[in-house]
């Protein structure tokens, strides 16, 4: 059974950067292309941004040129870099497999808060 834990969140202004990471236990990891999602207070939970096993990646809209996804398939890892960050940001941040691949159970996310 494949675990995810997530970490690396916490607060910061406007305009400041974190970096997110999801530990993966299990060898599924290395033949699933994975994901960041994010699901903020009232909304759906929303996919962020994808990796496929080889490194293609693609965003939503809304943070193209300020996140990028990156993963280490040696050691189960996925990492969100996060810049120029936005109120509307804010969210708890999840990772799992890519809409199209098997998901995983779901980990407890890492909380992300954009404020001045």
């Known amino acids: 059974q494949v675990q995810l834990v997530e970490s690396g969140g916490g607060l910061v202004q406007p305009g400041g950067s974190l970096r997110l990471s999801c530990v993966a236990s299990?060898?599924?990891?290395?033949?699933?292309?994975m994901g960041w999602y994010r699901q903020a207070p009232g909304k759906q939970r929303e996919l962020v941004a994808a990796?496929?096993?080889?490194?293609?990646?693609k965003y939503t809209d809304s943070v193209k040129g300020r996140f990028t996804i990156s993963r280490d398939n040696a050691k189960n890892t996925v990492t969100l870099q996060m810049n120029s960050l936005k109120p509307e940001d804010t969210a708890v941040y999840y990772c799992n497999a890519a809409p199209g691949s098997m998901m995983l159970n779901w980990g407890q996310g890492t909380q992300v808060t954009v404020s001045s």
């Open positions: 990796i496929t096993m080889v490194g293609s990646t």
């Open positions: 299990g060898s599924r990891f290395s033949i699933s292309a």
